[in-house]
């Protein structure tokens, strides 16, 4: 068996949780909370070469599994560290393939590394796969660039497909591995029904997107597998992240969209989050909403006028001006939005996506909605 019910005294948070080990075998486990010093204890029980053993009692911090429920799927590692990899509940579960890129983008939340982590992901996704529960409706697929694990990952998403037929499968990617035909046809070959591609698209003027980017020649490797996807009838959700380098142009940029690629299924402009690269290169990237506020209007409206289906990713409503409210989306991670304790008065609160938890003390203009 690759997982056993996990049985926990004492503590209701952690009533039953299903625990998953990358290379061994989990038999048994126990969890209980010390009444000297009231930590939470869990000692795991697992096998290797048929010989049993048993970890060191590990310490858990409650306000890391507060939020645990019945079905989820904890990560247990030698060193005596848990991590919840799939939460039952969550609509923003996701595969993560590598930490690996072959872009550095300047606003990048998960800065790139250069490490051997391919087959380490790979195998324990194909494990994570086989051992989700039939419920799931919807997974996502991030890195990293997931497609440098190539065509493994085709065959992870064709693991996903076969298992869970009407499953929404979102893979994000800089789209720049699909300038191959050979490759888009490949993955076209496993079935589309249910795969949506989002793909990031920094401008129309390709300096300004290698410049963001980092990488020579990837807007035309990226145009150019935007164009692979449509010939195979993917769905494709371009997403541009707003930035000081690119703001002035989003007019421009959605003039561009209209014109070169009305195959699109869906744009989403998107708010950064301050964290990973941005902090490094803040004077040259960062901007708070309310400073391209205008140009995201007319950006935005000019592709809905067209009849370009548009959305607003990741900006609180009162950044936004009241006309792209209905075009606005709560778009990010449940277990990354937070909202501001002036946020408790306003009357759009229910409809508000919030703001990234990493990012509330960059948004000074954050204010409540009263009518």
Not at 80 to 86: D, E, P, V, Y
């Amino acid at each position: 068996m690759l997982n056993q019910k996990i049985k926990c005294l004492d503590y209701n948070v952690f009533d039953e949780v299903l625990i998953y080990y990358t290379s061994d075998r989990i038999l048994t486990g126990f969890c209980f909370v010390d009444g000297d010093t009231n930590d939470i204890k869990i000692q795991i029980v697992f096998e290797v070469d048929n010989i049993q053993f048993e970890s060191k009692y590990i310490l858990v911090d409650p306000k890391d599994f507060i939020n645990i429920e019945i079905g989820d799927i904890l990560l247990f590692r030698t060193n005596g560290t848990l991590k919840n990899i799939f939460r039952i509940n969550s609509l923003d579960n996701v595969l993560f393939i590598t930490e690996q890129c072959n872009n550095n983008c300047l606003m990048c939340s998960q800065p790139p590394k250069n490490i051997n982590d391919l087959d380490y992901y790979y195998n324990l996704n194909s494990k994570l796969i086989e051992i989700l529960p039939y419920s799931v409706l919807k997974i996502g697929i991030t890195g990293g660039e997931p497609t440098i694990l190539n065509d493994r990952l085709i065959v992870l998403i064709n693991q996903i497909a076969t298992k869970f037929p009407e499953i929404e499968i979102q893979l994000l990617s800089n789209g720049r591995q699909f300038s191959d035909i050979h490759y888009v046809h490949k993955l076209s070959e496993i079935g589309k029904k249910n795969l949506f591609i989002g793909i990031p698209l920094h401008s129309d003027f390709y300096v300004d997107h290698d410049y963001i980017s980092q990488s020579n020649n990837a807007f035309n490797q990226t145009l150019k597998g935007l164009y692979n996807l449509a010939r195979y009838s993917f769905s494709i959700e371009l997403r541009v992240i707003v930035n000081k380098i690119n703001y002035k142009r989003l007019e421009k940029i959605s003039d561009y969209i209209f014109k070169n690629l009305p195959f699109i299924n869906h744009v989403a402009f998107m708010g950064m989050e301050y964290i990973g690269l941005v902090p490094k290169y803040n004077k040259i990237i960062w901007i708070d909403p309310i400073e391209y506020k205008e140009d995201l209007k007319k950006s935005v409206l000019n592709l809905s006028s067209w009849g370009i289906n548009v959305s607003v990713f990741n900006i609180p409503l009162c950044l936004l001006d009241e006309n792209l409210i209905i075009y606005s989306v709560k778009s990010i991670s449940d277990w990354k939005v937070k909202y501001f304790l002036q946020c408790e008065d306003c009357i759009l609160k229910v409809d508000c996506g919030g703001s990234f938890g990493t990012s509330l003390k960059h948004s000074p203009n954050i204010k409540p909605i009263f009518n």
